[in-house]
């Protein structure tokens, strides 16, 4: 599942029997010529399998996005819950990617607002994301994959950290999505810093400049980093990306969706 959320990874968990017609050796033949990143396949003995409830074959092979295909085929029926919950939340990036939505006209309320937004912006995204650990590079991986899945084409989907990014710039972007871990005593983390900084000190130069950019804000943290119930967990959960939500508000940027959040101690954390 992990090696599937992180996006350009090939993943495989199939019976291998022998025969060169088995789905083991067409997952191995896939593997071998995917170049796109790493691939990671599971053998298993029929025998050993055929019997275990929570056994799923499968191959996800991502390059088949690319032409409107699944990248996910399952081999039998029963799917694990685990696997079928990342579907499901795949399912739901792709349909928010996807520029089929219902229009202005048949949407009603916040559908209306969704579809009207993807219309007006759906020429290009760009995804910023700011990370420590790397959870919320995930986030944004996604979100450019299933971007791509949607619709989009692939070179008007940009992922990069937002200190790559020119905030002289900014004006000139339709849509911009953040994805925006916390570091520290709510800080924001290395690479994104330097975008933090610029934007606060050049924001006298962005004021006014910003009505035509619409933005998304998802924030990763821990509500109980600095203990549970305490006021500083209450403060910094968060913080860089409420922060960086109030800052784009104040110069003019048209909030595309209400900011998101993912909390460690949620079950399933920041998916």
């Known amino acids: 599942l992990r090696a599937m959320e992180y996006g350009d990874v090939y993943v495989a968990s199939v019976v291998m029997d022998g025969t060169k017609t088995c789905k083991g050796a ?40 690319k032409n409107g295909q699944q990248a996910f085929l399952a081999f039998n029926d ?45 020429k290009t995204v760009t995804i910023l994301y700011t990370s420590d650990t790397g959870h919320a590079e995930e986030c944004a991986k996604a979100i450019a994959r299933q971007c791509r899945g949607g619709g989009f084409a692939s070179s008007a989907v940009r992922c990069a950290t937002m200190d790559s ?16 871990a916390t570091a520290g005593k709510g800080e924001f983390p290395g690479n994104g810093r330097g975008f933090w900084t610029k934007i606060t000190e050049r924001s006298a130069e962005l004021q006014g400049k910003l009505s035509e950019t619409k933005y998304a804000v998802f924030g990763l943290g821990d509500s109980h980093y600095w203990g549970k119930g305490t006021e ?27 900011t998101g959040y993912g909390d460690d101690q949620d079950v399933d954390q920041y998916h």
């Open 232 to 258: 500083d967990s209450r403060v910094n959960f968060a913080k860089p990306s409420r922060d960086l939500d109030e800052v784009l508000e104040q110069l003019g940027a048209v909030r595309f969706m209400p």
């Open 165 to 180: 990014f020119d905030i002289a710039a900014l004006p000139s972007e339709p849509l911009v999505i953040f994805c925006i």
């Open 78 to 122: 029963n799917v694990r819950k685990e696997i079928q919950t990342f579907l499901d939340r795949e399912n739901i990036l792709t349909l928010i990617a996807k520029k089929t939505l219902p229009s202005t006209e048949t949407a009603e309320g916040e559908s209306a607002e969704l579809a009207a937004g993807l219309g007006d912006s759906s």
């Open 26 to 65: 067409m997952a191995l033949r896939e593997a071998s010529t995917f170049e796109e990143g790493p691939s990671f396949v599971l053998l298993a003995e029929a025998a050993a399998v055929q019997k275990d409830p929570k056994w799923t074959a499968f191959r996800y092979d991502p390059r088949l996005e």
